[in-house]
């Protein structure tokens, strides 16, 4: 099943600015799509990114922080999106 961006986090955590970009003043976003179990863990395995700008920055701090994501129980596996925005405001 497909969620989309509507899937209910019961548990979230923010991603680490990655130093560099941090450094040089780079801002950017990511968007991820993962699986979430029927216990409402994310499936580490899962997480694929779809868009990330500017490309190769804050992908790996996107996919560190989705899978410590906490999701509300389902009967099912279902697909979602996460968006991350990387600002330094």
Avoid: C
Wanted: hydrophobic share 35%; aromatic share 8%; proline share 8%.
């Amino acid at each position: 099943m497909d969620v989309g961006t509507s899937a209910q986090a019961t548990r979230r955590g923010k991603p680490t600015y990655p130093p560099r970009a941090q450094r040089r003043g780079i801002e950017g976003h990511v968007v991820v799509q993962f699986i979430i179990r029927p216990d409402g863990s994310v499936d580490p395995g899962s997480v694929e990114v779809l868009e990330a700008n500017p490309p190769r920055v804050f992908e790996r701090a996107a996919r560190q922080s989705i899978v410590e994501w906490q999701f509300q129980q389902a009967d099912q596996r279902r697909r979602a999106r996460q968006r991350f925005e990387f600002n330094l405001r």
